[in-house]
T-cell receptor, first 116, second 115 residues
Framework: AQKVTQAQTEISVVEKEDVTLDCVYE???????LFWYKQPPSGELVFLIRRNSFDEQNEISGRYSWNFQKSTSSFNFTITASQVVDSAVYFCALSEAGNQGGKLIFGQGTELSVKP | NAGVTQTPKFRILKIGQSMTLQCAQDMNHNYMYWYRQDPGMGLKLIYY???????DKGEVPNGYNVSRSTTEDFPLRLELAAPSQTSVYFC??????????????FGPGTRLLVL
């Protein structure tokens, strides 16, 4: 069965600290996509990244980086030099090729609080 | 482009009332979705549509109905509202080339309180 686990419910850091948000997934499909979304206090969902199961290269976008490891079924997200504006709930999600309708399976989210 | 729009932003319903949550997108996306987000939880799929006239159930469809008469609009109907339907509802859409791999873009959400 497909499942996404974000074991960290809440994380609190001080500004400029680095922080890693963990995401572990379960799937029987060999073809799938992984996503990260950000939900700031205003409530909307903002797309951050999409990664397919055949591309294990790490990705960096400014202060954000993602580490995809199929061997451990993990897709972790690191924020370098965190800022107060990074405070949000972050969701990891999975979409399987065999899943009719392109359904996204979401983790429960990690609430990140960055204090000044 | 406005992207995905949802109305209303917030609504209070009494138990047993009905209402329709509106969702529209102007990106010419074939696929549209309705999710609900309960406090402290991730999103769960209620219904989805792969094109006008085609809809199907997601993970938590009970108590809801949908229709898709046009590519742009995907309203969600709540019949006989119950307190368990208190939630934030998100509409999303995606391009249809290879459905599982396309990014879903979300609307701003509708916060619903059933008392």
């Amino acid at each position: 069965a497909q499942k996404v686990t974000q074991a960290q419910t809440e994380i609190s850091v001080v500004e400029k600290e680095d922080v890693t948000l963990d995401c572990v997934y379960e799937t029987r499909d060999t073809t799938y996509y992984l996503f990260w979304y950000k939900q700031p206090p205003s409530g909307e969902l903002v797309f951050l990244i999409r990664r397919n199961s055949f591309d294990e290269q790490n990705e960096i976008s400014g202060r954000y980086s993602w580490n995809f490891q199929k061997s451990t079924s993990s897709f972790n997200f690191t924020i370098t030099a965190s800022q107060v504006v990074d405070s949000a709930v972050y969701f990891c999600a999975l979409s399987e090729a065999g899943n009719q309708g392109g359904k996204l399976i979401f983790g429960q989210g990690t609430e990140l609080s960055v204090k000044p | 482009n406005a992207g995905v729009t949802q109305t209303p932003k917030f609504r209070i319903l009494k138990i047993g009332q009905s209402m329709t949550l509106q969702c529209a997108q102007d990106m010419n996306h074939n696929y549209m979705y309705w999710y609900r987000q309960d406090p402290g939880m991730g999103l769960k799929l209620i219904y989805y549509s792969v094109g006008a006239g085609i809809t199907d159930k997601g993970e938590v469809p009970n108590g809801y109905n949908v229709s898709r008469s046009t590519t742009e609009d995907f309203p969600l109907r709540l019949e006989l509202a119950a307190p368990s339907q208190t939630s934030v509802y998100f509409c999303a859409s995606s391009y249809s080339r290879d459905m599982y791999q396309e990014t879903q873009y979300f609307g701003p959400g509708t916060r619903l309180l059933v008392l």
